[in-house]
């Protein structure tokens, strides 16, 4: 079956694509380079032994999507990654958060809808919870106000399959991943920022090779045990082997409805300076870091309960956050040698 991943070349998407073929699916990969590299094809290559077919394309452009639909009749699934990401840079530019990851999510439906019968995997975000009322967070809990343009797509993005899944031979499933962290085994593939990096553990590596002065952790006065804010922390590849499983689910039938939704963690919180002791029990060096304000959009504590996930799906997070953080180092240092 021929699968097409958009973003295929990003972090989460590149370590999706490796799991799709471990388990013979033909893939074909969508990704515009915007926050990736093409070498990241090479890395796929190098664990699978497949040469991915692969498109430069910008979802954006209505017509080249309509062109790929033409050319490719025969896609048996789609596992939709292609979006913008960083919260801080969301509050900063929310346009572009909602062209970028609004109209490439419609565009795609539009083209699905017209097919006899379609499968749908968003890559959806805790960020849809907002501050969630209790922890730790099930997918019944209520959907609060977004605290960032991008969790606002998030939200807003669910709502568009929905309701598209109504009226259409659509079916999708919706997960909500909390924090993706770590790298390919291999170190062959990993995470890639272009520029100074968004997330947590990307900067505590560079930082740890030196390539970064010193970490910033944003607050230490928030209410949790140690002041600095708590997160759901899922290794990469156990985030991608989810994402096989729920299309497997479509192709299969076997979901219970048009659109299903499920949390995909670890079940256990762990604080930014948690993290950083991780980091520097892996790689047997201190971390320089300074407490600065805290960020805007930022909320103060996200865990997932994995309940439904774990049970239904059949999947659960088997590595540990040290293991994580150790594959992260490993890779940092592979690409910086």
Same mark, same amino acid.
């Given at each position: 079956?021929?699968?097409? +991943? ?21 893939? +074909? ?10 070498? &990241? ?21 209505? !017509?080249? &999507? ?35 990851? /609004?109209?490439?999510?419609?565009? /795609?439906?539009?083209? /699905? ?12 975000? @805790? ?10 967070? %099930? ?5 609060? %106000? ?16 929905? !309701?598209?899944?109504?009226? %259409? ?59 600095? @804010? ?5 290794? &990469? ?37 948690? &993290? ?5 029990? +892996? ?55």
């Amino acid at each position: 079956m021929k699968i097409l +991943v958009t973003g295929g070349l990003g972090f989460i998407g590149s370590h999706t694509v490796v799991e799709l073929q471990n388990q013979g699916f033909e893939v +074909v990969i969508i990704d515009n380079l915007s926050n990736t590299s093409l070498n &990241v094809l090479d890395g796929i290559a190098n664990i699978t032994g497949i040469i991915t077919v692969f498109e430069n394309l910008d979802l954006r452009e209505k !017509d080249k &999507v309509q062109d790929f639909f033409k050319r490719h009749r025969d896609i048996s699934g789609v596992i939709h990654f292609a979006a913008s990401k960083a919260v801080g840079e969301s509050v900063g530019n929310p346009l572009l958060y909602y062209e970028n990851n /609004l109209n490439t999510l419609i565009y /795609l439906l539009q083209e /699905l809808q017209q097919q006899p019968e379609a499968n749908f995997i968003f890559s959806s975000s @805790c960020t849809v919870y907002g501050q969630a009322e209790k922890m730790p967070i %099930t997918e019944d809990a209520s959907i609060q %106000t977004a605290m960032s343009p991008y969790g606002n797509t998030k939200q807003i993005g669910e709502e568009i399959i929905t !309701d598209t899944a109504k009226v %259409t031979n659509i079916n999708a499933i919706l997960l909500r991943y909390f924090n993706p962290i770590g790298a390919h085994p291999s170190a062959e593939i990993g995470e890639l920022p272009i520029g100074v990096p968004q997330n947590l553990v990307p900067f505590i590596t560079q930082t740890g090779l030196g390539l970064r002065k010193e970490l910033s952790v944003y607050g230490d006065d928030y209410p949790t045990p140690d002041g600095t @804010c708590v997160r759901d922390y899922i290794h &990469v590849v156990d985030l991608a082997k989810a994402h096989v499983i729920a299309l497997k689910r479509l192709l299969n039938k076997t979901n219970l409805a048009k659109v299903e939704t499920f949390n995909l963690g670890t079940g256990t919180g762990s604080s930014v300076l948690e &993290v950083i002791h991780a980091f520097e029990k +892996v790689s047997g060096q201190k971390l320089p870091y300074k407490i600065v304000a805290r960020r805007e959009g930022d909320i103060t504590s996200a865990y997932a309960n994995t309940d439904k996930a774990n049970n239904i799906l059949g999947w659960k997070a088997a590595s540990t956050l040290d293991e994580a953080m150790e594959s992260a180092w490993k890779w940092e240092k592979k690409i910086r040698s």
